[in-house]
């Protein structure tokens, strides 16, 4: 086995004393738990089995995948039989092709078979390698070991999809809206269409681009289209810098790409922005403005309140939604639901500004493995993220900024299994982190995230909470895991339940519960003044919520590969932002 197994394995306690007699560090914790569903290929070669024994403790690998690429993302997927007392682990390094470094990431999730919600899913060990370079080709190494049996190595290339560019040299035709469908009809692979100033109706879109050589309809200055854009099973085409009041659909479309546009969303259109509501594949949907109806206003808010409209929603896998700002929908970003959900796997949500959305800010719906809704700030929204359901997992939340969450900061709702949270920042009216869940929440991961609420109210005929700062008293407890997060209520108090255990005091919350390292925090913790929510029907302006230097906050972490490597101190700090960072970019760049 290699080094690096042999210290996660230690410490998730599947090695025995002997094996782990160099003494890992405590404060090293692996995510494990893990996901599902079919999709792509991998040239990963196998490796000879260097466990002992067999029987059905013993993992058997199966195939090893990883399916739809993004730009700074990698999927990786393990299938496998046996290991009936759960005890193998598939840890992950990876490198530039090419290069001699190898570098840890998170080892995959365990995920064993399941079903829930018309839905199923096999015995997987499922991750994402984070932050990688777009066009780039890195080299994995994964390692399964099992006590038991079962033990390999294999390795693989993946390369990320690059940037999407118009061709090089690619023709310019030159287009008004007199001339608009002329040109259109008789567009090739590779043209870019320069809309001129002008007013334009809405159009049906029925011409493809093909790779390197996508058709490009390009806006400039006083371009406006009234209406719905609709491209139907179309692929390659990119629209760019466009004024929309109306819609966008790209139902069944492939390499679509949506950037720099302006959507005005309209009834007429059900008050959408951007939508697939059918399986599509490998959307760039980047630096728009999306624009809802919905007001926030009590009646707006909840399922069945007074709200309309998906701002950007999206079905299939590989599609990547980042540095949008999204305002004034019934969500904000979404997956689809129920059976309208068609592989929604390997999905970027990065860097988007949500505000005003009446129900979610990220519906992360359905999501059947590795959706990645990292380093968004979500502000004014009812719930900020949901996960109703996760389907196995891993389902990510990473480095969130989220302020005034009326009801919930994460929807976990539905039987939700895998949900993984991680350095996100939460400032909410009512209960930090509540989920009422009344079904089990399974393979819950948790770490260094920050939690702090207060009094709560009834908005609409939901509950804030009423200032505990954990309660989950659905929690499965024994496939769930938290710790070293950073809890804290206006009430000066800390209470709440996880799972059938509940807890009156920071001790007790450190004795009773897998919270062995919480610390207590207030909001003084952040660097600059920020307010408690006391009014969430207000439209707060967006507040700076990195933390003091000097805070309880700092060094109170987990080190977590390839999540929250360079700290700055002895451990990483908690929270979306490490002390002294820049804040990242959000919404247009």
Not at 196 to 205: C, I, K, N
Not at 232 to 250: C, D, K, P, S
Not at 261 to 282: L, Q
Not at 447 to 472: D, E, K, M
């Amino acid at each position: 086995m290699t080094s690096s197994f042999s210290r996660w394995a230690c410490v998730l306690g599947l090695l025995t004393s002997a094996a782990c007699s160099d003494d890992p560090p405590d404060d090293v914790d692996p995510v494990d738990g893990g996901n599902v569903t079919d999709g792509g290929s991998s040239d990963a070669g196998g490796g000879g089995d260097a466990g002992g024994g067999g029987g059905p403790d013993a993992t058997v690998a199966g195939a090893t995948s990883l399916p739809f690429p993004t730009l700074h993302h990698l999927t990786v997927e393990w299938a496998f039989s046996g290991d009936a007392n759960a005890n193998g682990v598939v840890t992950v390094r990876y490198r530039v092709g090419g290069t001699n470094v190898w570098r840890e990431a998170l080892p995959l999730r365990r995920v064993a078979a399941g079903s829930n919600e018309g839905f199923s899913w096999t015995n997987r060990h499922s991750g994402s390698v984070f932050d990688l370079q777009p066009g780039t080709t890195y080299e994995l190494e994964l390692t399964l070991t099992d006590p038991d049996g079962g033990t390999t190595t294999r390795t693989t290339n993946a390369t990320t999809r690059p940037l999407p560019v118009p061709m090089a040299s690619a023709p310019i035709k030159a287009v008004t809206p007199a001339t608009f469908a002329s040109v259109a009809a008789s567009a090739q692979p590779g043209d870019i269409l320069q809309l001129g100033a002008g007013t334009y109706v809405g159009f049906d879109w029925s011409r493809s681009g093909t790779e390197g050589k996508p058709i490009v309809l390009r806006g400039t200055a006083g371009v406006v289209i009234n209406g719905a854009i609709n491209l139907f099973a179309q692929a390659y085409v990119h629209l760019e810098g466009l004024t929309v009041n109306g819609r966008i659909r790209f139902n069944g479309s492939k390499h679509m790409v949506i950037q720099r546009c302006t959507i005005n969303a309209s009834s007429t259109y059900g008050g959408d922005g951007i939508v697939t509501f059918t399986r599509a594949e490998n959307a760039y949907i980047a630096d728009n403005v999306v624009t809802g109806l919905t007001q926030w206003v009590e009646a707006s808010l909840g399922a069945s309140g007074d709200n309309l409209g998906e701002g950007i929603a999206v079905n299939g896998p590989g599609h990547v939604i980042l540095h949008n700002r999204v305002t004034g929908f019934r969500d904000g970003i979404s997956l689809l639901e129920d059976d309208e959900a068609v592989d929604q796997f390997s999905i970027d949500i990065l860097n988007n500004d949500l505000t005003g959305n009446a129900d979610d800010g990220i519906e992360a719906d359905f999501c059947f493995h590795n959706c990645r809704i990292v380093r968004n700030r979500l502000t004014n929204n009812f719930i900020a993220v949901s996960s109703q359901p996760g389907l196995g997992g891993p389902t990510y939340f990473v480095r969130n900024a989220i302020y005034n969450a009326v009801h919930v900061a994460f929807k976990l709702y539905r039987g939700s299994t895998g949900d993984v949270l991680l350095h996100n920042t939460v400032v909410k009216h009512g209960d930090a982190f509540g989920i009422y869940a009344g079904r089990p929440v399974a393979n819950l991961y948790a770490r260094n995230n920050l939690f702090l609420g207060g009094p709560g109210g009834t908005f609409n005929g939901y509950s804030s909470g009423t200032g505990r700062v954990l309660h989950v008293p659905d929690l499965d407890v024994a496939s769930s895991s938290l710790d070293h997060d950073g809890v804290g209520s206006t009430t000066d108090t800390v209470t709440g339940r996880l799972g059938a255990t509940t807890f009156s005091n920071l001790q007790t919350l450190r004795t009773g519960t897998s919270e062995q390292h919480a610390v207590q925090v207030d909001l003084t913790v952040f660097a600059n003044t920020v307010a408690y929510p006391a009014a969430p029907l207000t439209l707060y302006a967006k507040p700076d919520l990195r933390i003091r230097a000097d805070s309880a906050a700092v060094n109170a972490g987990q080190p977590l590969p390839n999540i929250n490597e360079g700290f700055a101190g002895q451990a990483p700090d908690l929270g979306a932002f490490e002390a002294g960072a820049d804040l990242p970019v959000y919404g247009p760049r």
